[in-house]
């Protein structure tokens, strides 16, 4: 059995006015913490982190994967929607996540392409992916960040119109753009790219629908994000077979929601995997 792992940290995101803080430092982090648990791992971060780079890293990491490895995807950065283009979708859009390019060519990364990157995965490959941005929030563009609120927590969460020109923001009744989406879904775009009955795990950063987000945030003086501070956290203090449900329950409601940051972590996956020791 090999371990083998993704880390994937973006701050950056030319020409959207949306950049994070804490991305980076998750990845970072998150790498060193599955490093010293046996895990070989590769990381992009920032400008390394384009769509094409993206999905070659994922697509690399699915293929080289045999019965019995276990991989892990780790991702810090924004969350999207994007107008839905094949009609799969109740509301008409498709989550997605945010490369670095996103505003500048290479587009979203969405949930159709990511499900499809994960069903090149053989049988007997156990899949754990930790998503620490969100996918609520509404299409009308972002304030641009107070210079007195430096600190201040932000969602990660991106706008459609923050990126995509005006002409391709979805049109309201009457053919008008529409300024707001009210009442999206909003789950990751990793969700449907789980196998529960293959034994995949999602631990994600926020629940699923409106107005519920993963925050961009300082502790401790250092940025990061509250999740994932908070996950790396509990899991240094449990037990060495502590299973993947002890862990959630650690982190939610252990730490989070709290009064600076009201997000309540998820986790998904059969109870099965859910009951498992923790990156087995």
């Excluded at 789950?187 to 009955?197: I, K, Q």
């Amino acid at each position: 059995m090999s371990k083998r792992a993704l880390c994937m940290g973006i701050n950056n995101y030319p020409g959207t006015h949306m950049d994070l803080h804490g991305c980076v430092n998750d990845a970072n982090d998150w790498a060193a913490e599955l490093t010293a648990r046996g895990f070989s791992v590769s990381k992009l971060l920032d400008s390394q982190a384009t769509k094409a780079a993206m999905v070659n890293a994922i697509e690399s990491l699915i293929a080289g994967g045999v019965s019995g490895d276990v991989l892990v995807i780790t991702y810090s950065g924004h969350g999207t929607y994007v107008p839905d283009s094949n009609g799969d979708e109740v509301d008409g859009l498709d989550e997605a996540l945010c490369p670095y390019d996103i505003q500048t060519g290479g587009g979203p990364l969405i949930d159709d392409e990511i499900n499809t990157l994960f069903a090149a995965r053989k049988a007997g490959v156990r899949l754990l992916l930790i998503s620490d941005s969100c996918h609520s929030g509404t299409v009308t563009r972002a304030a641009a960040p107070d210079s007195d609120a430096a600190n201040a927590p932000r969602p990660r969460f991106m706008p459609m119109a923050n990126w995509l020109p005006a002409d391709k923001l979805p049109p309201a009744i009457g053919g008008h753009l529409v300024s707001a989406v009210p009442g999206v879904a909003g789950v990751s775009p990793f969700a449907g790219a789980l196998s529960p009955m293959l034994g995949d795990l999602l631990l994600a950063g926020c629940q699923e629908g409106p107005n519920n987000f993963s925050y961009d945030a300082t502790i401790s003086g250092r940025p990061c994000g509250a999740f994932s501070y908070y996950a790396m956290k509990t899991l240094k203090r449990l037990p060495a077979n502590a299973t993947y449900a002890q862990w959630h329950a650690a982190i939610s409601p252990g730490s989070l929601p709290s009064a600076s940051y009201p997000q309540s972590p998820q986790i998904f996956g059969s109870a099965d995997a859910c009951s498992r020791p923790i990156f087995t």
